[in-house]
């Protein structure tokens, strides 16, 4: 299995002496810099890479605090004002007894986030130090990350839908509340983090442990 | 894994690690910016969130009934200034403690002052209050004046809204009443009907003897209450039952339901008087009023009367008047038996208090004053007796008074415990006798006779009205009416228009005849029959009389009327009839005509004895000469006419003033004009003969 997939690991651009365009694909002898197809700049391997994606990271997750900390939604029902955070309205669903929507709730709000960060900073941190790794978990774990990234923001979404069509003066009225937006730059800063990962970087890593 | 890939990854890694090492040193890449500019932000997020905190206060309650924590709003004058954070209960689970964020800017004015409650909606007399927490909830009103004192972030809650809100101007004051129905929590307090305070929960005394409630007046009807201020209970409603009649006293709906107290000021001599001050709630305004005379001061002088006979309709309060001005009231009485000379007697012992201020003297009277100047009054003849409160009342009052000649007597100051002030007896029996002898005096009144005696008159009245006569006197009337009727039916005025008709038609033939060849004897004959005519004439004017007659009963009928003008234009009618029958002119005509006939006779005479021929044209002469004595007569005809004419007028006018076209009136005028054509015929007949009077032998 191994030999497997070491044959479909083969030979990296860079050990051939060429430079791949992450944009269309084609692929330029080393030290062309821009693509003679779609004109993207060509680089070998973008060495600020794990930089940009730990600055990303951190910012997500700064902003990560106050989007839980901070009230979502600002309920107020027949003039009864209420607050309620991602965790206490998951808590809320689950003593309603609405154990699926508490988990819907609970996997895009607090699963998928925290889960992005961990990954992230896994893969960051398996580049960064080398060490066994298995390249092609990484692949997968970094197209997972990239892929689930944008499902974090149905949060938002939900917020902005309700905010905007649950406007009924005194009866019932729903308003975004700090969380919300914090929660977007969150989502926002982590979904920038893991596109600034170069994931060629785990070729390097798997080619210094062959 | 081989060495030679192991060594070629190594290399490659070592040139990585270097090239992310240098990258790393060379510089840190702008994209750190992101991070620091987020940590700042949300630094800047927890920081506005910390510092905008306002503090959190602690609030007791015996209840947190409605109070949710991160849900119930804490509000002052209706706005929302904090929110409850957390409820817990206190160590000794006596009380729930309500801890409330309150808006930063409002820590400062949450003093020894603020007070807190929790608001629900209210139901009561007066209204629905806190309706809108229905929907959203209790919330918790604060108050708090605008003064910044000592922050404090430990109070005890309130379990009912205060009596005012901090900061209100008014005056705070202290109600008691006997009852605690007269005062309910948010009951309203009257002056002059007009609400100005308010009234709190009342509760017991520490004695319990009485019900304190706390009353809040606003500002600024807090400046009428002053010492001389009287409090009464407008709860309910009293009805009266007096001399003017039933009075129904309801100050408000609400009063009917939850109570409420008034007042006035009754006293003048008033002083303003602190927060706190305490007043006494009395059940009637009347009771209020009187209530400044019976309270007793400390300086109320008290005095001891002696009473012979019955002091019954006498009770403790009654009022001791002075010249009809109240100054003071009975505080007690007692009967006991004093040995006088040797003999029991029982006397009667009236305790009274007086209060000096309420003496003619100047205020501030001491009890010493009142004495030295009761003392001189005594002097003067001043004496206590006792009075009727009223008329008709039983009960009874100590009267003042000063008896001109009375028998000389001192205030007794040495007699312990009071003083006695020398009593007269008092004027109740000549009150009672007074009464008494009205009434008797009603009693003795001819009643039955007078009543009898209208009776009476009632009766005669009724029996004049009921009476044939009056009612008989229409008939009476109609009689009359029908009398003169007949009398101008009458035969003799019929005929006498007939006759004459008749001896018309006599001389016509006559004349006619004399046309005829046989003159002589046709003469005769018409000269005979022409003193029939005559006859007849005279027979119809005899007949006259008959009508007169007849109009004069009329008349004298009429007179019997009670028609005053009617009866004195018949007289003026009868009196003409009358004159016209006493003319001689009337009486005059048989005569005349007697001789104008017997002229006749001698001319037919004549000719029978002469010769025809030869006297025929004497006769003629004669005959002529006949004529003209005819005539002669017949020139009075005209004038009785005329007399008859006016007398007509004169009936006329009377029947015209006489009025309504009745049936009297109709008759009577169709008869005299029927007598007017009679007349006018005659007259017709006068003046042809006169005109020519041969036409009595020529018939035409």
Known sequence: ?210 | MSPQDSAGGAESAVEMETQTRRNMLSGISYIWLVPLISVIIALGIAWQAVSSRGPLIEVRFQSAEGVRAEATELRFRDVRVGVVERIRFATDMAQVIVSIRVDKELGPFLDENAEFWIVKPQITARGVSGLQTVLSGSYIEGSWDDQRGTPQRQFEGLDQPPLYLAGEEGLEIVLRAPQGGQLASGAPVFFRGVRVGHISEPDLTESGDAVEARAFIMAPHDRLITTGTRFWDVSGFSVNLGAGGVSLDVESIATLIEGGVSFSTVSSNAEPVAEGAVFSVYESEDLARESVFAEVEPDDLELTLYFEGSIGGLEIGAPVELEGLRVGSVLNFGAFIDEVDGDPEVRLQVDISVQPRRLELERRASREDALAFLASAVEGGLRARLANQGIFSPALKIELVEIEDAAPAVLDQGHLPYPVLPTVAGELSDMNATAEGLVERVQNLPLDEVMNTAISVMRGIEDFVNSQALRQAPDAFLGLVNDTREVIQSEALQTLAEDLGAAAEEVETLVAELNQEEAINSLLAALLRAEGVMASVQNTVDGLPAIVEGLVQLTSKANDLPLEEFVLQASGLVETANRLLSSEDAARIPAELTDALSEFTAVLEDVREGGLVENANRTLASASEAADSVATAAQSLPELTARVDSLLAQTDALLATYGARSEFNAQTLGTLRDLRETARSISALARAIERDPTVLIRGR
């Open chain 1, 1 to 210: 299995m191994a030999a497997a997939r070491k044959e479909v690991t083969g030979l990296t651009a860079r050990a051939a002496g060429l430079v791949g365009c992450l944009h269309c694909g084609s692929v330029w002898p080393k030290g062309t810099t821009r693509c003679g197809l779609c004109g993207s700049a060509l680089t070998s391997r973008r060495n600020a890479s794990l930089q940009h994606v730990w600055a990303w990271w951190f910012a997500g997750a700064i902003f990560y605090i106050p989007a839980n900390l901070y009230p979502m939604l600002r309920t107020s029902l027949l003039g009864r004002e209420s607050t309620s955070t991602i965790l206490g309205g998951v808590l809320e669903l689950v003593q309603h007894g609405s154990w699926f929507v508490a988990f819907v709730v609970f996997f895009a709000s607090i699963m998928i986030p925290v889960g992005k960060f961990v990954a992230i900073a896994y893969l960051a941190i398996v580049i960064r130090r080398g060490g066994p790794i298995d390249s092609h978990s990484l692949h997968r774990l970094h197209e997972v990350v990239e892929f689930i990234g944008r499902w974090s923001m149905i949060d938002v979404f939900v917020v902005a839908v309700l905010s905007a069509l649950v406007h009924l003066a005194f009866v019932v009225n729903i308003d975004p509340g700090m969380a919300a937006i914090c929660f977007a730059l969150s989502v926002v800063f982590t979904m920038l983090s893991a596109l600034s990962f170069d994931p060629r970087l785990i070729y390097d890593v798997a080619e210094v442990r062959e």
